[in-house]
């Protein structure tokens, strides 16, 4: 195999710009993809973001352009206005020496600039099919002249809802032109759109082990639902973080876990599909320079997102499917950097995390979570490694005339060293180390019907005989005869009571009646209720077991 750009046939400009970025070596799909590129040949690479993809498409592009020419030459579609902008940075640098004209064009822009470059001359166009299709429209962008189409991150276009501005592009372009598509992954709607509009394409896969993760560290850790933001809080604490991405499953899951980690003094915003696009990139350029240390996004939020310095990758959800979990992790472990991705995953997310690993090939650690001593041991050498750092500095010149005034008043100056210690670890008390229950293990004779993957079920057992630490057990009047299910008696108990769900323990349902575990300090409050709660129309009648 090539390992070297030189020997890639690439023009020396590119070659000379690519090793300015510091690229030894071509990454694995760059050196299957820019030598069929240069030959002509269409392209299907199947690869995810952070393989190197845009240098695979973007050198040979860049090679091939005939300088000077009046009209487009090759068309980058892109799914998100972020891509666009990433991509065409990427042609940029490297042809910033061939002297390539590119030009981004998306959506919630002005029209005006857009126009008057096209006018002036572009080789090359990375847009978004919307804009695309409205420059097309408006008799701007003329695509006469193309002889290379890249369809990139095709099925995120797909998912998005494209497909059509994506069809009708191409049948404007020229039939003789070069096409490649780029996805992560290969659905049948991709393989259907390579069939209809490629030819005679060479397939190029990347897989997965060839991707960043090998080089990202992996481990897991087993925690009750409800304990998931205590846990994150404690990992928070050792772990050496300088950008971390946060993935939840839901757009209100980015806010909510933003605002909890915030006020618990790890502040962290989030990144979802309900900001406007202005707001997403605001938070993404500060995310960038890192202003903001830590994220908290969705998958579909988190898309074209392209940054290499993301120390850590935090499953906060393990996703439903396998090559989600390696499009996460693989944010980090960038650009020949290491990568470190925690998942933490629920008792009933035992089976996603297998089917992961089962994708994978490999098994990833089980790790335990650090404990409050840990942490409070942990902290304690942070403030001394901060001591020691203002020492081996020396620059407290005003903070010795303090020190020297209340030794002059008869203080200690050990006591006056330890005192300025307590004030100096104060914010600590703003975050108290959360406690955690330990994970018991839900029994086998779990029926099936009442075990889908939502994490209410996981509280649910059969046997009903292990209770947790602090909890009481309950007893109500309806069981499996009545029909009921765990997420019933949570939703009737959590709801009258109005305490959140996840408080609420362990559900057995037996055959006449059932057993629910509730926090000590809850009891009184749901036993109290006057109001009579019903669940499948039959009233419930609560009283300790
Ligand atoms: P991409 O998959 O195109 O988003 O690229 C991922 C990252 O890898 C980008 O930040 C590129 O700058 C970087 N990159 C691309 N090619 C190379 C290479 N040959 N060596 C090192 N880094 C690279």
Redesign the pocket.
């Known amino acids: 195999m090539t390992t070297d750009?030189d020997l890639l046939n690439l023009h020396p400009q590119l070659v000379q710009s690519?090793s300015e970025?510091?690229?030894?070596?071509?990454?694995p799909?760059?050196s299957a993809v820019i030598p069929l590129m240069l030959t002509g040949r269409d392209v299907i690479g199947q690869?995810?973001?952070?393989?190197?993809?845009?240098?695979?498409f973007a050198l040979p592009i860049l090679n091939n352009l005939n300088a000077g020419h009046a009209k487009v030459q090759a068309l980058v579609l892109t799914p998100t206005r972020e891509l666009a902008l990433?991509v065409a940075g990427?042609f940029s640098t490297y042809g910033k020496y061939s002297q390539a004209r590119i030009l981004a064009v998306y959506g919630g822009q002005p029209y005006a600039p857009q126009i008057n470059q096209l006018r002036r001359g572009v080789d090359v166009v990375i847009g978004t099919p919307g804009r695309v299709i409205d420059l097309i429209e408006k008799d701007i962008l003329d695509l006469s002249q193309i002889r290379v189409v890249v369809l990139d991150e095709a099925d995120e276009m797909l998912s998005m809802g494209f497909i059509q501005e994506i069809e009708t592009i191409l049948a404007k372009i020229p039939a003789e032109r070069q096409t490649a598509l780029f996805s992560a992954t290969m659905p049948s709607e991709i393989r259907r759109l390579a069939e209809r509009y490629l030819h005679d394409a060479q397939q190029v896969t990347i897989r997965r082990e060839q991707v960043a993760v090998e080089a990202i560290q992996q481990s897991c850790y087993l925690v009750k639902e409800a304990d998931k933001l205590a846990a994150l809080t404690r990992l928070f604490e050792v772990e050496e973080i300088t950008s971390a991405l946060i993935f939840v499953r839901t757009r209100t899951g980015t806010g909510e876990l933003a605002n909890e980690l915030t006020l618990r003094g790890f502040p962290a915003e989030a990144l979802n599909g309900d900001m406007s696009q202005d707001a997403r990139e605001r938070t993404l350029a500060r995310f960038r320079k890192n202003q903001i240390k830590v994220l908290v996004a969705t998958d579909v939020a988190a898309r074209g997102l392209?940054i290499?310095d993301i120390s850590h990758v935090f499953n906060f959800d393990l996703p439903d499917d396998p090559e989600i979990y390696v499009h996460r992790i693989g944010r980090t472990g960038?650009?020949?950097k290491s990568g470190i991705a925690i998942s933490l995953y629920a008792p009933f997310e035992k089976r996603r995390l297998s089917q992961i690993e089962g994708f994978l090939r490999r098994k990833i650690e089980r790790a335990s979570l650090p404990s409050e001593e840990e942490i409070r041991n942990r902290r304690e050498e942070q403030l001394l490694s901060q001591v020691k750092m203002w020492l081996q500095r020396g620059r407290c010149r005003r903070e010795k005339e303090l020190a020297a005034q209340l030794c002059a008043e008869g203080f200690d100056p050990l006591e006056i060293a330890a005192a300025a210690l307590k004030i100096a670890r104060a914010e600590e008390k703003q975050r108290p180390i959360a406690a955690l229950s330990e994970v018991v293990e839900s029994a086998p004779a779990v029926r099936r019907e009442d075990s889908p993957p939502n994490p209410r079920n996981s509280r649910h057992s059969s046997s009903g005989d292990v209770r947790e630490q602090g909890m009481v057990r309950l007893s109500l009047n309806l069981g499996r005869q009545h029909g009921i299910r765990p997420n019933d008696i949570v939703g009737a108990i959590a709801g009258d009571a109005h305490i959140p769900g996840s408080r609420i323990g362990k559900i057995s349902i037996l055959e006449k009646r059932s057993l629910v575990d509730l926090p000590e300090e809850l009891v009184t409050q749901v036993l109290s209720r006057k109001t009579r709660v019903r669940i499948r129309q039959q009233p419930v009648e609560l009283q300790l077991a």
């Open positions: 750009f690519v970025q510091g690229y030894l070596d071509p990454m799909i760059q690869a995810q973001t952070g393989t190197g993809k845009t240098a695979a990433q990427a392209d290499d960038r650009a020949g």
